[in-house]
């Protein structure tokens, strides 16, 4: 599956901004195997370097992403259990390791398998009817697709712990209180409107720097902090080999606005 057409997803790009879409109204957008396949397909190949930053929502007014797909999930063995949660890591290991800042849009529900995709984005935005969970103890299950590890990272153990044994849904003022969106707007318009903003303010700085500060934050967030630091000199000293670094030193000393080529 190598194209440009999706049976779920819809992709547009807006002022050199990506707008992924996941297309399944009528089941909230829950991830079932296809759905994972396209977008497993979609970063691997059709999500070009060339954009400012992704931007990822839902369909309709409802929800971003409603969880995994229960149906699909009541036949599946452990194996084919392991072998979907195996494919929804996958995903949100895609997610986190793009380049360019990539900004979950949470609009409505964004449950189960919905709220680890989110957890995987740089970071969250939602619209105030945006409602968060971890529902999966409910129906006998855990978080398969990385929730039990990012949910942990972002909020807090002992948070995350409440929230996963009580699968409780968390709004959108508390979704924010607790650090798990950065903010709430009362639209989903104004919703991409502003994680547009916010990726156009970004978009004036370095990509190459970006990107560099990125791979430097996700790799410290699972090691201890002597390795962390490690890896912030490193690659420190690696970013003064860059275009960008030369020239954005060199545009501040000449008083003028720096050229960035992202390399
Ligand atoms: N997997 C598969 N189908 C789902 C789904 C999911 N995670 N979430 C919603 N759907 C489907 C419903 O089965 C329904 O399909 P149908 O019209 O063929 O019956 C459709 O989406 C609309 O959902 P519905 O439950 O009728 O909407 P609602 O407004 O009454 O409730 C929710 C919304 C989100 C509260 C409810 O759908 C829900 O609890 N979903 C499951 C959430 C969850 O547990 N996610 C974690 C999965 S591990």
């Given at each position: 599956m190598r194209n440009d057409s999706y049976e779920f997803l819809d992709y547009k790009v807006e002022d050199e901004i990506g707008?992924?879409?996941?297309?399944?109204?009528?089941?909230?957008?829950?991830?079932?195997?296809?759905?994972?396949?396209?977008?497993?397909?979609?970063?691997?190949?059709n999500c070009k370097s060339t954009i400012k930053g992704l931007i990822l929502t839902g369909a309709g007014e409802k929800a971003f992403i409603a969880g995994a797909d229960i149906k699909a999930m009541t036949s599946m063995d452990s194996t084919e259990a392991s072998?979907?949660?195996?494919?929804?890591?996958?995903?949100?290991?895609?997610?986190?390791?793009?380049r360019f800042p990539v900004i979950a849009a949470v609009n409505g529900f964004a449950l189960g398998g919905g709220c680890e995709v989110a957890l995987a984005c740089d970071f969250i935005l939602c619209s105030e009817n945006a409602v968060f969970g971890l529902p999966e103890v409910s129906l006998g299950l855990i978080p398969g697709f990385g929730g039990t590890q990012r949910l942990t990272k972002i909020v807090g153990r002992n948070r995350a712990k409440e929230l996963i044994y009580t699968g409780r849904m968390v709004k959108a003022d508390e979704a924010c209180e607790i650090g798990l969106s950065l903010k709430s707007l009362t639209s989903k318009e104004e919703l991409i409107a502003e994680a547009k903003n916010i990726i156009n303010k970004?978009?004036?700085?370095?990509?190459?720097?970006?990107g560099v500060a990125k791979f430097v934050i996700n790799r410290g967030a699972d090691i201890n902090l002597d390795e962390g630091l490690k890896v912030e000199r490193d690659m420190f000293g690696e970013i003064f080999s860059s275009y960008d670094m030369k020239e954005g030193t060199l545009a501040f000393l000449e008083k003028r606005k720096a050229q960035f080529k992202g390399e």
């Open positions: 707008i992924l879409t996941i297309n399944r109204e009528d089941k909230l957008n829950a991830l079932n195997e296809k759905v994972l396949d396209e977008l497993r397909d979609f970063l691997e190949f072998e979907f949660a195996y494919k929804g890591q996958q995903v949100t290991f895609m997610f986190e390791e793009i970004a978009s004036k700085n370095s990509p190459h720097a970006i």
